[in-house]
């Protein structure tokens, strides 16, 4: 079996980024367990990177971006992921900045925790309604997945949110999963379709 580079463009605020990274992991385990290896490079996206670190309920910021009623449609979603083993609370969610929470998963990635962090921010975010941009609960969230947090990496974020940007990515785009044989998996995706990926 071979090793497999790839690269993930995501945002911790995207539910189709969650969705689709669970099935990806899954398809990740798969290939592992037959004898494969896998590397997986996160390259940070920000949907909405001037959202307060204060935080909001996600209605407030869907009525402000979209209007009342698509605002209260997303509202009504409660079976959302759930096929996949996912609880997502679209009610309760606190929409923040996340450039910390990216912050955070590139310490995790350097300490060999990137998907663990990824999928206990997503986990925090969208089923935990926790803030991810408070200090003290990137501090919980780090400790309970064996991760060293420190303060810095914060320019090195900047410059690697500009540089994905520069290749093109965009909120239509994210989710984006980069395979080393040349191939990219946009959108929705089914975790056949990754696993396929990595035994190209």
């Known amino acids: 079996m071979n090793k ?6 995501f945002d911790v605020a995207c539910v189709l980024s969650y969705l689709v990274f669970t099935r990806y992991s899954r ?12 590397e997986t490079v996160f390259l940070p996206f920000q949907h909405r990177p001037d959202a307060d670190p204060a935080g909001e309920p996600l209605f407030e910021t869907h009525k ?20 996949d083993g996912l609880k997502v609370d679209f009610g309760r ?10 912050r955070l998963i590139a310490q995790a990635a350097a300490q060999g925790r990137g998907e663990r962090m990824a999928e206990r921010l997503f986990r925090a ?7 991810v941009a408070d200090h003290d609960i990137l501090v919980m969230l780090a400790e309970e ?3 060293r947090m420190s303060d810095g990496g914060a320019t ?3 410059a690697e949110l500009d540089r994905v940007r520069g290749l093109g990515f965009t909120a ?8 080393d044989t040349g191939l990219t998996l946009s959108g929705e995706q089914p975790e056949e379709a990754f696993f396929a990926a990595f035994e190209a």
């Open 4 to 9: 497999r580079r790839v690269e993930i463009v």
């Open 27 to 38: 398809a990740a385990q798969r290939y592992r367990e037959s004898g494969g290896e896998v």
């Open 64 to 83: 402000r971006d979209r209007g009342e009623a698509a605002a209260r449609e997303v509202q009504t979603m409660t079976t959302f992921g759930a096929e």
């Open 93 to 102: 969610v606190v929409s923040t900045n996340t450039f910390d929470a990216h």
């Open 125 to 131: 975010y969208f089923t935990d309604a926790l803030n």
């Open 145 to 147: 997945t064996g991760v």
């Open 156 to 158: 090195e974020l900047r």
């Open 172 to 179: 239509d785009s994210v989710p984006a999963f980069r395979f």
